[in-house]
């Protein structure tokens, strides 16, 4: 099983950039998919998370309204469109699949395969 993850950068405060994560070695569209991120000295946190469907999402409220989780099954991709970028949104980004479909869990417990990251800077 893997998870790459990749379209990680560094962006200018208010830039955009989207991450795509590609799967292989599953039945992509019977997970959930879900973004976490961590920053140095902190704990891994929760970003987004969509159902095995896709119709179905969940947000983190410090990114709601800014970031858009999506999938393609057809590719076995996962994106994160990423808008407005703060400096505080500077982090390696992770994602994961869970098998639980349709929790949409923001507990990172709960997901059974993860990505290797990708690098988000964010510049004042």
């Known amino acids: 099983v893997q998870l790459q993850a990749s379209g990680g950068g560094l962006v200018q405060a208010g830039g955009s950039l989207r991450l795509s994560c590609a799967a292989s070695?599953?039945?992509?569209?019977?997970?959930?998919m879900g973004w976490f991120r961590q920053s140095p000295g902190k704990e891994r946190e929760f970003v987004a998370a969509?159902?095995?469907?896709?119709?179905?999402?969940s947000y983190a409220e410090s990114v709601k309204g800014r970031f858009t989780i999506s999938r393609d099954n057809a590719k076995n991709t996962v994106y994160l469109q990423m808008i407005s970028l703060k400096p505080e949104d500077t982090a390696v980004y992770y994602c994961?699949?869970?098998?639980?479909?349709?929790?949409?869990?923001?507990?990172?417990?709960?997901?059974?395969?993860w990505g290797q990251g990708t690098q988000v800077t964010v510049s004042s």
């Open positions: 969509i159902s095995w469907i896709g119709g179905r999402t």
């Open positions: 994961a699949g869970s098998s639980r479909q349709g929790v949409l869990s923001a507990s990172s417990r709960v997901y059974d395969y």
């Open positions: 070695g599953i039945t992509y569209s019977n997970y959930d």
